[in-house]
C-alpha cells in the first residue's frame, strides 16, 4: 500500500511537471508570431547562444567539470581505503 | 496475493497514463516558437524543484549538527528535527528525481544547442543522482559509505550550483 502510495504521489508530481509548461506556454501564443527577416534573426540568436563544445573556454569548462568528478570520486576512495587500513592496523 | 496483483495493475495503469501525459510536452518539441518556451519552462521547473529540495534540506542537516556539538540546552531541537527527518528526506529524494527528469527532459529537447556548460551540468547531474541511488538502495556497507561521502562533498555542491547559475547566465544572452 505504501508502494501504491508512493507511486500515485510521484505520479501526480511527474504530471504537473509536465502538464504547468505546455499550459504556460500555450497562454503567451501570440507573443511571438516572427516570421520572414524576424525568424532568420532568430534562428541566428540561437547559433550564437551558449559556449559551443570544442571552444578553448567550452573545453576548459568540460575537461575542468569531468576533472572535479575524477578528483572527488577519486578522493572519496582514498577516504575509505585509509579508514579501512587504520582500522585493520588498530586490530 | 491478490492485493499483490491489485498493486501492480494499478501501477500499470499509472504507467499507461503517463505515457498519455507525457507525449503532448514531446510533441510540442517539432513546433518551434512554442516548444521552446515550454523547454524553457522545464528547466525552470527543474532549477525550482532544485532549490526547494536542497536548501531546506542542507539547512535542517546544519542546524541538526550544530545542536548536537554545542550539547544539552540544545539538545531538545535536534530530537525534534530527528522526528522530522525522514519525511523531509523523502520530500528531498521526490523533489530531486522530478527535478532530475525535468532538468533530463529539457537538455534532450534542446540537445541541438547544446554547449559545454549544458554537458557538464548533465554530467555532474547524473553524479549526484547515481551517489544518492547508491546511498538510498545499496546493502553493501562499502557502497553506502562510497555514497555518503560522494554525494554530500561539499565541491560537487559548489560545482553544481555554479553550473545551475552559469547555464542560466548563459542561455539568457
Given amino acids: 500500500m505504501k508502494l501504491i502510495s508512493i507511486v500515485f504521489v510521484l505520479f501526480v508530481m511527474v504530471s504537473v511537471v509536465y502538464i504547468i509548461p505546455v499550459a504556460y506556454a500555450e497562454e503567451d501564443d501570440d507573443e511571438d508570431d516572427r516570421e520572414g527577416f524576424g525568424e532568420m534573426k532568430r534562428e541566428r540568436e540561437h547559433q550564437d547562444e551558449g559556449i559551443p563544445i570544442g571552444t578553448d573556454v567550452g573545453n576548459v569548462i568540460l575537461y575542468g567539470t569531468i576533472a572535479a568528478i575524477g578528483v572527488s570520486v577519486a578522493y572519496t576512495a582514498f577516504k575509505i581505503t585509509s579508514s579501512k587500513r587504520k582500522s585493520s592496523s588498530k586490530s | ?173
Avoid at chain 2, 548533465?122 to 553493501?140: H, P, R
Avoid at chain 2, 554525494?151 to 545551475?164: C, E, K, M, N, T
Fill in chain 2, 1 to 173: 496475493m491478490t492485493n499483490k496483483k491489485t498493486n501492480l495493475k494499478f501501477i500499470a495503469f499509472l504507467i499507461l497514463l503517463s505515457f498519455l501525459v507525457i507525449p503532448p510536452t514531446l510533441a510540442y518539441a517539432d513546433d518551434d516558437d512554442e516548444a521552446e518556451d515550454i523547454v524553457e519552462n522545464l528547466g525552470w521547473v527543474a532549477v525550482g524543484a532544485g532549490i526547494v529540495a536542497n536548501v531546506p534540506f542542507i539547512a535542517m542537516n546544519k542546524i541538526r549538527r550544530y545542536t548536537l556539538k554545542t550539547g544539552n540546552s540544545t539538545m531538545q531541537v535536534a530530537k525534534q528535527i530527528r522526528t522530522v527527518y525522514k519525511p523531509i528526506l523523502n520530500f528531498h529524494i521526490m523533489l530531486n528525481s522530478i527535478g532530475y527528469f525535468a532538468g533530463m527532459t529539457h537538455g534532450l529537447m534542446l540537445s541541438r544547442h547544446l554547449d559545454s556548460v549544458s554537458l557538464s551540468l548533465a554530467i555532474v547531474m547524473s553524479v549526484m543522482m547515481v551517489s544518492g541511488l547508491l546511498l538510498k538502495y545499496t546493502s553493501s556497507r562499502n557502497s553506502k559509505i562510497f555514497g555518503k561521502l560522494l554525494h554530500g562533498q561539499f565541491g560537487l555542491v559548489i560545482l553544481l550550483a555554479s553550473l545551475v547559475i552559469l547555464h542560466i547566465v548563459v542561455g539568457d544572452d
